[in-house]
């Protein structure tokens, strides 16, 4: 069963512009993360966010995280052309490490 | 530090046929997990490997097998392949503890069944 939903599927924004995108899960977590993969390529790590922790920064990137509404948010500043990827959440159960699931991820296009 | 490496990097097979994929991890990283990317959709989770052992599995058909070799590398075979196991595998390694550490991809082996 579907974990993690990222929303929207699509975003297309311009260059310069910030790009939101959310994903929703559906049991308790101890961690979430979010991955970039660029076409035809792997995934690549951006941000691990805990379950204790509210927000966090990595340069353009600023990740939220609302336990009481099993959601968080992916927030790009600046957006640039080279942001043109698939996002995607991925999140583990908080009943075991065992698994981690991922989201079937938003496309991001940022036109120049 | 080397990433994840994946051989081949595009492997075509006809249907019936059985196909073997190969991962080498980050050094020092014990996990490998398996991930199927079909075309558009987004990853499945097939098999999970830690210190040579099969920790977990995704709900995927018997003829999807793997194994993890003493030096942490991996393999992935598909027997009997079939058209819909056409997709984009994906290999990642680890520290161990999964939902806790950040995963390392490859760029993946694109299996094509004709």
Sequence with gaps: SQQGEEDPQALSIQEGENATMNCSYKTSINNLQWYRQNSGRGLVHLILIRSNEREKHSGRLRVTLDTSKKSSSLLITASRAADTASYFCATDDETSYDKVIFGPGTSLSVIP | ?114
């Design chain 2, 1 to 114: 530090e080397a990433g994840v490496t994946q051989s081949p990097t595009h492997l075509i097979k006809t249907r019936g046929q059985q196909a073997t994929l190969r991962c080498s991890p980050i050094s020092g990283h014990t996990s490998v997990y398996w991930y199927q990317q079909a075309l558009g959709l987004g990853l499945q989770f097939l098999l999970w490997y830690d210190e040579g052992e099969e920790r977990n599995r995704g709900n995927f058909p018997p003829r999807f097998s793997g194994r993890q070799f003493p030096n942490y590398s991996s393999e992935l075979n598909v027997n009997a392949l079939e058209l819909e196991d056409s997709a984009l595998y994906l290999c990642a390694s680890s520290l161990p503890g999964q939902g806790n550490q950040p995963q390392h991809f490859g760029d993946g082996t694109r299996l094509s069944i004709l």
